[in-house]
């Protein structure tokens, strides 16, 4: 089973829209993929299925529930694809952000005890994580074994996203990729590299134009699965190539 | 192959002389101090081989040095002096059992 964290320095990025379109890539191509909401701040996977699960990841954190009892099979992939939620009640979440170290060592070896029962039963184990540097994510990260970061063009967000390969990734030798997001048309990949600087350019594996196609679905359902002509679910096969 | 049979002999004379440091000091000491957390935070800031070690030891709570060595695929006598360092800093409690000994967290 590979483990992916698709994580960002920042929210809007498109990550959890790229994350769901992998997952679906994934389990499209005959592949067992479980996708978990771990971003525990911001959930936003229940509302995209339209779903309201028995329990949460916020459940299987707190040990109220095994990690299998929160799975929920996606019914058009014919048990290929599961997904966890993540609770979207305040409580959940400030319980979900709390900084103690204690509960949050505790938090970290629930996931890697979680991640190892699926390792028979899955080929994909991917993470939507909190952007940023939280526990939330870090957690998710140490348990990976390959990071996408997506980022855009804007200068804050490439800034932070290096300072976090620089502080993160790289200490931790792990293996990351870049991903430039939401490319205004007319931008080229030449021009890419230039602005985003050797540092992620080196690690870049694809970039994806900004397409209001994409937005104007509005979260009900992803361009890859609406339409995977498109040039957004290209760029998803060729991220699954890449990783596979 | 002899020089790396005696290398192992002295690492493990080397641990086996700290286990003993680490015992008396144990006896000694009247005030047990509280471990300190191995949260994400703070294995970040660990340096690799230790963090390596640690990450075994949050996943499976209790272990010999032969069962972390198994996962991070080290020596078990370079595992053992890693796994030493990490109760000498207060992260891990440690005991014995026979001729085993143990690297644990407390159960709550």
Same mark, same amino acid.
């Given at each position: ?8 320095? +920042? @929210?809007?990025?498109?990550?959890? #829209? ?14 067992? &993929? ?5 971003d525990?701040r911001?959930?936003?996977? @229940? ?7 028995? #329990? ?18 996606v019914e058009?992939? #014919?048990? +290929?694809?599961? &997904? ?47 952007? @940023? ?30 300072r ?13 990729? &870049? ?48 339409q ?17 | 192959?002899?020089? $790396?049979?005696? /290398? $192992?002999? /002295? ?11 680490? $015992?008396?000091?144990?006896? *000694?000491? /009247? ?17 690799? %081989? ?5 990450? *075994? ?17 080290? =020596?078990?006598?370079? =595992? ?6 990490? %109760? ?11 001729r085993?000994? /143990?690297f ?5």
């Amino acid at each position: 089973m590979k483990t992916i964290a698709i994580h960002s320095y +920042r @929210g809007g990025t498109g990550k959890t #829209n790229i994350a769901l379109s992998m997952a679906e890539c994934l389990a499209q191509r005959e592949k067992q &993929v479980c996708l978990m909401d771990f971003d525990l701040r911001a959930p936003s996977l @229940g509302s995209f299925f339209g779903y309201k699960p028995s #329990n949460y990841i916020n459940d299987f954190l707190e040990e109220r529930c095994g990690i299998e009892d929160l799975l929920v099979s996606v019914e058009e992939f #014919n048990d +290929r694809l599961f &997904v966890g939620f993540a609770s979207s009640e305040i409580r959940d979440i400030k319980e979900a952000m709390k900084e103690d170290k204690k509960k949050q060592m505790k938090i970290l070896s629930k996931i890697l005890n979680g991640r190892d029962s699926l390792k028979d039963n899955m080929d994909y184990l991917i993470f939507d994580t909190t952007p @940023g540097l939280r526990y939330s994510s870090t957690n998710v990260i140490l348990s990976s074994d390959l990071v996408l970061l997506v980022a855009t063009l804007d200068r804050s967000d490439l800034a932070g996203t290096k300072r976090m390969i620089e502080e993160i990734h790289e200490i931790l030798d792990m293996p990351h990729s &870049v991903i430039i997001n939401k490319v205004p048309a007319g931008v080229s990949d030449e021009e890419v590299s230039k602005e985003v600087g050797d540092k992620l350019s080196q690690n870049m594996i694809c970039t994806i134009q900004c397409y209001c196609e994409v937005m104007s679905l509005r979260g009900r359902e992803t361009i890859f699965h609406h339409q995977p002509e498109h040039p957004f679910s290209r760029a998803i096969e060729e991220i699954a190539d890449k990783i596979s | 192959m002899e020089e $790396e049979r005696m /290398i $192992e002999m /002295i690492l493990e004379k080397m641990d086996r002389m700290l286990e003993l440091e680490e $015992e008396i000091l144990e006896m *000694v000491s /009247i005030e047990r101090k509280e471990l300190k957390p191995l949260d994400a935070l703070t294995l970040l800031d660990l340096p690799d %081989h230790l963090r390596k070690s640690a990450m *075994v030891m949050n996943k499976l709570k209790e272990a010999t040095a032969k069962e972390v060595a198994d996962e991070t695929m080290r =020596e078990r006598s370079i =595992e053992s002096a890693y796994l030493n360092q990490l %109760h000498r800093e207060n992260y891990l409690l440690k005991k014995r059992d026979g001729r085993k000994v /143990i690297f644990y967290f407390p159960k709550e």
